[in-house]
């Protein structure tokens, strides 16, 4: 079995500052890494993507994989109110496999 | 714009009476899927078809059925819905299996009364 696993939360911050989400996936066999954003009611979308170690930045987000820890997360730069969200993680090579998803929720 | 459309939004269906949802795409990618997701739940893959080749996860039960008659359209069709039937159904699409990146449709709410 293939599990992703997030921090549901609710994460709150205040805004301005640098949100950190995070997720740990089970298959070290997964080359790709991705990470949605899902406002209530509404399908995902994409933000960041990452394929290799380190961190890949764009704009306000960065993407930092590991994956001999088996670890990826997401940071927020300068969060903002229109950033309140859930954030799915979502990790795979043919298939994608999501986590639950982290709410976030930034305060003005 | 290139794009993936679900229609209808919202659904509206009795308990036991056949339904079917629709997903069209402008982007020409070879790879559809359909997702299911619960509230406050992960998006389950139910199944995809890459091109004609139709894959169904071994956890999908036989209730959801699925169509892709061409490389545009690709139709989930619920037989019998059930109460625990009642979800967002949501549509993605990728140029290849290994993606790389899935684009989703707006979803289609679906309620079993």
């Known amino acids: 079995q293939k599990e992703v696993e997030q921090n549901s939360g609710p994460l709150s911050v205040p805004e301005g500052a640098i949100a950190s989400l995070n997720c740990t996936y089970s298959d070290r066999g997964s080359q790709s890494f991705f990470w949605y954003r899902q406002y209530s009611g509404k399908s995902p979308e994409l933000i960041m993507f990452?394929?290799?170690?380190g961190d890949k930045e764009d704009g306000r987000f960065t993407a930092q994989l590991n994956k001999a820890s088996q670890y990826v997360s997401l940071l927020i730069r300068d969060s903002q109110p229109s950033d309140s969200a859930t954030y799915l993680c979502a990790v795979g090579a043919n298939n994608l496999f999501f986590g639950t998803g982290t709410r976030l929720t930034v305060i003005p | 714009d290139a794009m993936v459309i679900q229609n209808p939004r919202y659904q509206v269906t009795q308990f036991g009476k056949p339904v079917t949802l629709s997903c069209s795409q402008t982007?020409?990618?070879?790879?559809m899927y359909w997702y299911q997701q619960k509230s406050s739940q992960a998006p389950k893959l139910l199944f995809h078809y890459y091109d004609k080749d139709f894959n169904n996860e071994a956890d999908t039960p036989d209730n959801f059925q699925s169509r892709r008659p061409n490389t545009s359209f690709c139709f989930l069709d619920i037989r019998s819905p059930g109460l625990g039937d009642a979800a967002m159904y949501l549509c993605?699409?990728?140029?290849?299996?290994?993606?790389?990146?899935?684009?989703f449709g707006p979803g289609t709410r679906l309620t079993v009364l």
């Open positions: 982007l020409n990618h070879n790879v």
């Open positions: 990452i394929y290799s170690n």
């Open positions: 993605a699409t990728s140029r290849t299996l290994q993606g790389p990146e899935q684009f």
